[in-house]
C-alpha cells in the first residue's frame, strides 16, 4: 500500500506542473457509501490542482449498468471486484485500481430512542424480531449492504418473520427512514450512519456476521487527463483521506 501511495503521489506532483496551464475537468462516479468522503477530500484537491471535480453517485449495481450502457467518467470509486470487471471489459485502466478503505455494517435508531443490545448474534436476532419495523437498502437497487441484509436474515432463519415489517430503501441513506420515523431500526453501512444527527449508531454487528465492504478506486479508459484522474485518486489515499476515513468509521487500505 505504501509502494502504491509513494507512485500516486509523484502524479499529484505532475498534475500540478500542468494545472497552471490548463484545468482539467473530471467526472467521478462513487457508490453511495463513500461519497460523503469524496466530497470531503474534494476541496483540498481542487484547490491545489486547480481542477475541478463533479460527483455522482448511485448504488454500485446502478452504477456498474450506467457504465456498461456507455457513460462516461475518469474516475470511479466501487468495489475492487466491479473495477476488476471493468478492466475485463475495457472501461477502466489496467494497473490502475487503488484499494482506498473498508466498512461494516452497524445498526441505528433514532436519536432519543433506546439502544437495543446488539452484542452478540442472539441478541441482534432478538432486536430485529422485537423492532416493529426494519429499514435496510433494497437488495434489487444493487446495493452491497442490503444484498448481505437479506442474505443474513435467511442464514439467521428470521427471513419471513422480518419481511412484514421491512421498510427497504431505494437507494440513498436508510437513516432517512428511521429519523422520520417510518423505521424503528435501521441497518446501513457505518460510514452512512454516522453523518447522520437525526440517527444513533447502536454499534457494527457483531464479529462472527459482520461484512465488510472494500471500496477501490478506478481510472476511466476514456478519460482526457490521466494525470489528473492519478493526481485524484493519489488524494483519496493521502494523510488527509487516512484520518477522515476513520473519523467516518472506516478502515484506510484494506488491500
Same mark, same amino acid.
Given at each position: 500500500m505504501r509502494y502504491k501511495v509513494f507512485l500516486l503521489a509523484g502524479a499529484v506532483a505532475a498534475a500540478l506542473?500542468?494545472?497552471?496551464?490548463?484545468?482539467?475537468?473530471?467526472? =467521478? $462516479?462513487?457508490?453511495?457509501?463513500?461519497?460523503?468522503?469524496? $466530497?470531503?477530500? =474534494?476541496?483540498?484537491?481542487?484547490?491545489?490542482?486547480?481542477?475541478?471535480?463533479?460527483?455522482?453517485?448511485?448504488?454500485? !449495481?446502478?452504477?456498474?449498468?450506467?457504465?456498461?450502457?456507455?457513460?462516461?467518467?475518469?474516475?470511479?470509486?466501487?468495489?475492487?471486484?466491479?473495477?476488476?470487471?471493468?478492466? !475485463? /471489459?475495457?472501461? %477502466?485502466?489496467?494497473?490502475?485500481?487503488?484499494?482506498?478503505?473498508r466498512v461494516g455494517v452497524g445498526v441505528m435508531v433514532k436519536t432519543g430512542a433506546n439502544k437495543p443490545d446488539i452484542s452478540t448474534v442472539d441478541a441482534f436476532k432478538k432486536a430485529v424480531l422485537e423492532a416493529?419495523?426494519?429499514?435496510?437498502?433494497?437488495?434489487?437497487?444493487?446495493?452491497?449492504? !442490503?444484498?448481505?441484509?437479506?442474505? =443474513?436474515? /435467511?442464514?439467521?432463519?428470521?427471513?419471513?418473520? %422480518?419481511?412484514?415489517?421491512?421498510? =427497504?430503501?431505494?437507494g440513498g441513506y436508510v437513516a432517512d427512514y428511521v429519523e422520520s420515523g417510518q423505521a424503528e431500526l435501521g441497518i446501513h453501512q457505518i460510514s452512512e450512519i454516522l453523518p447522520h444527527a437525526g440517527v444513533t449508531l447502536v454499534g457494527p454487528l457483531p464479529k462472527e456476521i459482520q461484512n465488510y465492504t472494500v471500496y477501490a478506486a478506478g481510472i476511466g479508459k476514456a478519460t482526457k487527463d490521466g494525470d489528473a484522474a492519478k493526481a485524484l485518486i493519489a488524494s483519496l489515499v493521502g494523510p488527509s483521506a487516512q484520518a477522515l476515513f476513520k473519523s467516518k468509521g472506516m478502515e484506510p487500505g484494506a488491500d
Amino acid at each position: 500500500m505504501r509502494y502504491k501511495v509513494f507512485l500516486l503521489a509523484g502524479a499529484v506532483a505532475a498534475a500540478l506542473c500542468t494545472s497552471a496551464s490548463r484545468a482539467a475537468e473530471l467526472k =467521478l $462516479l462513487t457508490a453511495g457509501a463513500f461519497k460523503s468522503s469524496v $466530497l470531503a477530500l =474534494l476541496p483540498e484537491y481542487e484547490k491545489t490542482s486547480g481542477n475541478k471535480v463533479s460527483v455522482e453517485n448511485d448504488t454500485v !449495481g446502478a452504477l456498474m449498468k450506467r457504465i456498461e450502457a456507455g457513460e462516461s467518467f475518469d474516475v470511479v470509486v466501487i468495489t475492487p471486484e466491479t473495477v476488476d470487471k471493468l478492466v !475485463g /471489459e475495457g472501461r %477502466v485502466i489496467s494497473g490502475s485500481r487503488t484499494n482506498l478503505a473498508r466498512v461494516g455494517v452497524g445498526v441505528m435508531v433514532k436519536t432519543g430512542a433506546n439502544k437495543p443490545d446488539i452484542s452478540t448474534v442472539d441478541a441482534f436476532k432478538k432486536a430485529v424480531l422485537e423492532a416493529k419495523s426494519v429499514s435496510f437498502i433494497d437488495p434489487a437497487s444493487g446495493g452491497s449492504s !442490503g444484498i448481505y441484509v437479506e442474505k =443474513l436474515f /435467511e442464514r439467521l432463519g428470521i427471513s419471513d418473520q %422480518v419481511k412484514p415489517k421491512e421498510k =427497504l430503501k431505494q437507494g440513498g441513506y436508510v437513516a432517512d427512514y428511521v429519523e422520520s420515523g417510518q423505521a424503528e431500526l435501521g441497518i446501513h453501512q457505518i460510514s452512512e450512519i454516522l453523518p447522520h444527527a437525526g440517527v444513533t449508531l447502536v454499534g457494527p454487528l457483531p464479529k462472527e456476521i459482520q461484512n465488510y465492504t472494500v471500496y477501490a478506486a478506478g481510472i476511466g479508459k476514456a478519460t482526457k487527463d490521466g494525470d489528473a484522474a492519478k493526481a485524484l485518486i493519489a488524494s483519496l489515499v493521502g494523510p488527509s483521506a487516512q484520518a477522515l476515513f476513520k473519523s467516518k468509521g472506516m478502515e484506510p487500505g484494506a488491500d
